[in-house]
């Protein structure tokens, strides 16, 4: 994790973007792997993009592995047996994520000035 992010040369891949909102998400609020996944579909909705459940999951797993996130199984409210994974950050995970967005921002600029030649040089 402490490697600096290098450029894709192109666009920003699916999992590193759908890693900032997740960070994003759990900095707002606890919440458990399906709730993610149908906030993260309800606010792309109107740009046509809508993450599948496995790439979230990847997601959510690649966060754990970097030290930013760690997984809480509580009881599910009202059930004896069935239990709920949230998702929060680990010891030391909130400076990685603040280290993570900061390099994807970085990122994320290079790609929106892409974005915005292209639409000059063959829209204007």
Do not use: W
């Not at 992010?5 to 999992?15: E, H, I, M, V």
């Not at 990847?58 to 966060?63: G, I, M, N």
């Amino acid at each position: 994790m402490g490697e600096k992010r290098t450029p894709s040369g192109f666009l920003l891949k699916q999992r590193a973007f759908l890693k900032l909102y997740l960070i994003t998400l759990t900095e707002q609020e606890r919440l458990y792997g399906l709730k993610l996944l149908d906030l993260l579909r309800q606010e792309f909705k109107p740009f046509g993009y809508q993450p599948n459940h496995s790439e979230v999951y990847k997601a959510l797993h690649d966060l754990i592995e970097d030290g930013i996130l760690k997984q809480v199984k509580q009881k599910k409210e009202g059930m004896k047996y069935q239990e709920v994974v949230y998702y929060r950050f680990a010891e030391g995970g909130q400076e990685k994520a603040k280290l993570y967005k900061r390099q994807l921002k970085a990122e994320l600029d290079r790609c929106a000035a892409l974005i915005r030649k292209a639409i000059e040089d063959n829209f204007s």
